[in-house]
């Protein structure tokens, strides 16, 4: 019998029902771009058959804060590498941050990333704009023109917004634009010189140290202005214990706040860092087992939203050098999926069905996206996981140009098998 490609059935394994939390027994129909039906048992027709093998079928990942290095860092990744990256991570959309050079602080930029993207990417990629022109946090960039060019949320993400004027200034236009701003919050005089989190380590390796204060100074700020103006701060990669309670307090007061954690953070601590040095070294930085737990709690307690990868490639030269001296960042999006198993689910804190809501239906709401939920209708972006299967990380293994990871040469649990964006397959482990 001849398959129709246009027409693809899943059969035979779980689907994931991220809204409810729950993994379902059923079928599932694509039909050209968009799921067309959802049911235990559905007539094959002439579909193109997968047979899930009991693995499950989850909405397509989607990251809010992956950093692709086009314009001007293609040696670090391109936004073509960065996509198929991310579909070997099971993710279907990723929302880039502006800090290429030139920055994304101009409407022409904006829309030449989506341009870039429709020619050379496998994933659906949303550039985010800056939030002040040059990402030098002087002035503001204009809001209104970004976001019409096709900007999904507002940025300055690798160095906080000094300026608390600016700072308003963006967060009203979040009020008017109903986008969010997304902050990294970091007091740079506070963060000073240092590598690493600020502590008994750092004092042994001879490096000034990050003080978690550098993040939960300059978020309390930011949760005021919040506050004043109505508008939405969404709050970058937070790593300390303080910044949890701030956010909890925060929502509570009914303040529009969201919050990502990523899966570092979820599952490393410092203590890596005296044996791993450069490939350790992430802004904000690995911190102490005391901040991971409050993050997990967060996690656990709806104050965090979402887990984002913060995917930050970097050429081998930039990270194999001294603490100081090394790039920060890691290389993330292939290695979310199962970083986020160790961390949550195989260590027994969630079952996989209550984690998969923070890497899909979540970020599509703080992103107001249609995708990330398994619902007729929708677009058919959807990835196929297999929880227990182990892999190792190599360098060669990575689609990423980026092979800064922590992870490399570490053998991890879970893998995800096949990635499908608006019913074509972009990424099949098989091949
Ligand atoms: O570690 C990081 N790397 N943190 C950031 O905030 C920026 C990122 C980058 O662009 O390399």
Redesign the pocket.
């Known amino acids: 019998m001849s398959s129709n490609q246009n027409t693809i059935l899943f059969r035979n394994g779980w689907l994931a029902d991220v809204e409810r939390g729950q993994l379902i027994r059923g079928e599932l129909l694509v039909a050209g771009e968009r799921i067309a039906a959802i049911a235990p048992c559905l007539p094959c027709s002439d579909a193109l058959v997968i047979d899930l093998a009991d693995a499950i079928l989850s909405p397509g990942f989607i990251d809010v804060h992956t ?1 692709l ?1 086009e314009p001007g860092f293609e040696y ?1 990744e391109t936004i073509a590498s960065g996509a198929r990256a991310a579909a070997a991570g099971g993710f279907t959309t990723i929302a880039c ?1 502006p ?1 290429t050079k030139p920055p994304l602080d101009t409407a022409e930029r904006v829309a030449w990333v989506k341009e870039q993207a429709k020619a050379t990417s496998v994933v659906k990629v949303l550039p985010i704009g800056a939030i002040s022109l040059e990402q030098a946090g002087h002035r503001a960039t204009n809001f209104w023109q970004l976001r019409d060019s096709g900007a999904v949320a507002f940025s300055d ?3 906080g917004v000094k300026s608390s004027r600016l700072m308003l200034e963006a967060l009203e236009a979040s009020r008017c634009l109903g986008v969010p701003i997304m902050a ?1 919050e ?1 007091d740079a005089e506070l963060a000073g010189k240092g590598s690493i989190n600020h502590g008994p380590i750092s004092a042994q390796l001879g490096d000034q140290g990050i003080p978690s204060a550098a993040e939960y100074i300059m978020l309390a700020r930011d949760i005021y202005l919040a506050e004043m103006t109505g508008g939405h701060l969404h709050v ?2 937070v790593s300390a214990a303080e910044s949890v309670n701030l956010i909890r307090n925060a929502k509570a007061r009914g303040v529009k706040v969201t919050a990502e954690v990523t899966p570092h953070h979820l599952h490393l601590t410092e203590s890596i860092v005296p044996t791993l040095l450069g490939q350790a ?4 930085p690995l911190r102490s087992e005391a901040d991971q737990q409050a993050l997990l709690a967060g996690l656990l307690d709806g104050t965090i939203d979402v887990i984002a990868t ?1 995917h ?3 050429s081998m030269w930039e990270k194999e050098v001294s603490l100081s001296q090394a ?4 290389s993330g999006l292939e290695v979310a999926f199962p970083v986020v198993m160790e961390a949550l689910v195989h260590s027994g804190l969630l079952p996989l069905e209550k984690v998969l809501p923070a890497l899909t239906c979540r970020p599509a709401d703080l992103l107001g996206l249609p995708q990330g939920r398994l619902a007729v209708g929708a677009p058919a972006d959807l990835v196929v996981l297999d929880p227990r299967k182990r892999w190792r990380v190599t360098a060669e293994g990575l689609l990423s140009q980026g092979k800064n990871t922590p992870y490399l040469g570490q053998e991890l649990v879970g893998q995800v098998l096949l990635t499908v964006v608006d019913g074509r397959v972009v990424f099949d482990i098989r091949e």
């Open positions: 950093h290095r670090k941050m800090n993400d690798g160095r990294h970091e970058c990669h070294k992430v802004n904000p913060d930050a490639p970097h790039a920060f960042g890691f």
